[in-house]
């Protein structure tokens, strides 16, 4: 059923995986996943944007609670895509898009998570190629980039396998203590080298107004 709001009619397919906008519907169908979500094992991940080192109600709460926010401050200067990752219709994670000041410097941030069960399969390398198929053919990016914790290596492996180049450091904290960032860069130019053709977008034409994008 097709949503009022352009940007839950957003898919991106590719033959492993889909993407598609993070309704209330599917919200609900990620809750179990977040509830068991809680990490017991190195490398411990970002305190934000909810605390995925307490098992409560009030954790499920925030999250819901950050995504819906999130939607509200939708502009042109501001935007974040949320959208559920689906592995033969059912819910394995989330992928999301980040633009700030998009329309001036064409540039995008992703955030994801793979619920336990669903990592070391390469899940995570197939959401990050669909999400970069988004923003480059999708919204025309000019430049994405991506972070980790340096002992992260999954993560830190998809970004060099996508063609991303290493950007500098910078510092945030896991379980209120500090902990280095290792920060990737992955050019238009980069990306057009490894295009993949076997990667479908519907819906983003619709989308376009939401974020204050003309092309």
């Known amino acids: 059923m097709a949503h009022t709001y352009p940007p839950l009619n957003v ?3 590719t033959p492993r995986l889909t993407l598609t906008g993070a309704s209330d519907e599917l919200l609900e169908r990620l809750v179990p996943l977040v509830r068991a979500g809680v990490a017991d094992a190195e490398p411990w991940p970002f305190d934000d944007p909810i605390s995925f080192y307490a098992d409560s109600p009030e954790r499920e709460w925030q999250w819901l609670r950050g995504i819906w926010a999130g939607r509200s401050r939708m502009s042109p200067d501001s935007w974040r895509l ?17 633009g700030k000041n998009f ?17 070391g399969k390469g899940l995570g390398k197939e959401m990050r190629a669909a999400i ?7 919204l025309g990016a000019r430049e ?17 396998g996508l063609g991303y180049q290493p950007n500098g450091t910078d510092w945030d904290t896991r379980r209120g203590e ?10 238009r130019e980069a990306w057009e080298r490894a295009r993949r053709d076997d990667i479908e977008l519907t819906g983003v034409k619709e989308c376009l107004p939401v974020l204050g994008i003309d092309i």
């Open 82 to 98: 949320y959208f559920a990752v689906l592995v033969d219709g059912k819910p394995v994670g989330m992928q999301d898009l980040i």
């Open 103 to 119: 329309a001036r410097f064409g540039t995008v941030s992703s955030f994801s998570w793979l619920a336990p069960g669903n990592r």
């Open 178 to 187: 500090p902990a280095q960032i290792q920060q990737w860069r992955l050019t």
């Open 132 to 138: 970069l198929q988004l923003a480059f053919a999708g």
């Open 144 to 160: 994405a980039g991506s972070d980790a914790f340096v002992d992260n290596e999954a993560s830190n492996h998809i970004s060099r």
């Open 11 to 13: 898919e991106v397919r």
